[in-house]
């Protein structure tokens, strides 16, 4: 049996792995974004499909029995993609999306509908602003001359930045540890990140909670209505071993 993965998370590593073990054939796809990326097990193709189309048409040419979303909660474009190809081919979808994170007691998070939103009212009410959403939509903060913006990426940003600026390339996992030291060495107030979700990286939400510092958490996008959606690699497992 052959399963295609839309990957580029950790679950989507971690599902490659179990199905791999589990004797199924795997052919992960990652979009190509990071020039180093972390690998799954397995077959790996690199690159866009060219829409939905370009996904239906790549479905027809290849022996797939299932395909499986494991995209991050924010990439909106490849999931409709998924749903739509998946509709022409008749080939099964299943939606792996890792539960959002919800605030605790203590938690000061301001909710927020976009990357606009967030990059508003960061530049209102707040100074330093820890920015860990990646560094595909750093344009909306680059505006702001007054405050500074400490930026946490992979790879360095190709977008004009704001001016006051300080980068910090890295990859996590990071401990709470990690992140109080850089939230207190930078005299962070205010920390913006996307509702993604997951253990890897909690541990800034634990941070500013312990510090008493604001989070703006956008909010996930709307993703295409799909019929089975589960949260974790494991019950795409089971579910893929109970049918076959
Ligand atoms: P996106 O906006 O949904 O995708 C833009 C285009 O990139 C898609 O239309 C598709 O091109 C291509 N693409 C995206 N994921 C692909 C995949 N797994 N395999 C093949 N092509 C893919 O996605 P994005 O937000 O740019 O994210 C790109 C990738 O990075 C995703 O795979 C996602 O899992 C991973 N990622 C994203 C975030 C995030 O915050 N957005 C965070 C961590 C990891 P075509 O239309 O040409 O097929």
Redesign the pocket.
Same mark, same amino acid.
């Given at each position: 049996m052959h399963a295609l993965i839309?990957?580029? @998370?950790h679950e989507?590593r971690e599902l490659a792995r179990l199905l791999v073990d589990a004797g199924w054939y795997v052919t $992960?796809?990652?979009?190509?974004?990071?020039a180093a990326p972390r690998l799954p097990v397995g077959e790996v193709?690199?690159?866009?499909?060219? /829409?939905?189309a /370009?996904?239906t048409r790549w479905l027809m040419g290849s022996q797939i029995d299932v395909i499986i979303d494991? @995209?991050?909660?924010?990439?909106?474009?490849? $999931?409709?993609?998924a749903a739509e190809a998946a509709n022409a081919t008749g080939v099964p979808l299943i939606a792996l999306h890792r539960p959002a994170w919800t605030p605790e007691p203590r938690d000061k998070w301001i909710l927020v509908q976009s990357m606009a939103e967030a990059a508003r009212i960061a530049a209102q009410q707040f100074h330093h602003v820890f920015l860990t959403?990646?560094r595909?939509?750093l344009a909306p903060f680059a505006d702001d001359p007054h405050n500074l913006y400490v930026i946490r990426a992979v790879e360095p940003p190709q977008v004009v930045l704001p001016k006051r600026n300080r980068v910090i390339l890295s990859r996590g996992p990071f401990t709470v540890a990690d992140e109080k030291k850089l939230m207190r060495d930078n005299q962070i107030d205010c920390v913006v990140t996307?509702n993604?979700g997951g253990e890897l990286t909690r541990a800034k939400l634990v941070a500013a909670r312990e510090l008493g510092i604001t989070v703006i958490m956008v909010q996930r996008p709307q993703l295409p209505k799909v019929k089975t959606v589960v949260h974790t690699p494991a019950e795409v497992l089971q579910m893929l071993s109970d049918s076959v």
């Amino acid at each position: 049996m052959h399963a295609l993965i839309l990957g580029g @998370t950790h679950e989507g590593r971690e599902l490659a792995r179990l199905l791999v073990d589990a004797g199924w054939y795997v052919t $992960s796809s990652l979009a190509g974004r990071v020039a180093a990326p972390r690998l799954p097990v397995g077959e790996v193709r690199v690159g866009g499909f060219g /829409g939905p189309a /370009g996904l239906t048409r790549w479905l027809m040419g290849s022996q797939i029995d299932v395909i499986i979303d494991a @995209t991050h909660p924010f990439a909106e474009r490849i $999931s409709y993609s998924a749903a739509e190809a998946a509709n022409a081919t008749g080939v099964p979808l299943i939606a792996l999306h890792r539960p959002a994170w919800t605030p605790e007691p203590r938690d000061k998070w301001i909710l927020v509908q976009s990357m606009a939103e967030a990059a508003r009212i960061a530049a209102q009410q707040f100074h330093h602003v820890f920015l860990t959403i990646g560094r595909q939509q750093l344009a909306p903060f680059a505006d702001d001359p007054h405050n500074l913006y400490v930026i946490r990426a992979v790879e360095p940003p190709q977008v004009v930045l704001p001016k006051r600026n300080r980068v910090i390339l890295s990859r996590g996992p990071f401990t709470v540890a990690d992140e109080k030291k850089l939230m207190r060495d930078n005299q962070i107030d205010c920390v913006v990140t996307k509702n993604s979700g997951g253990e890897l990286t909690r541990a800034k939400l634990v941070a500013a909670r312990e510090l008493g510092i604001t989070v703006i958490m956008v909010q996930r996008p709307q993703l295409p209505k799909v019929k089975t959606v589960v949260h974790t690699p494991a019950e795409v497992l089971q579910m893929l071993s109970d049918s076959v």
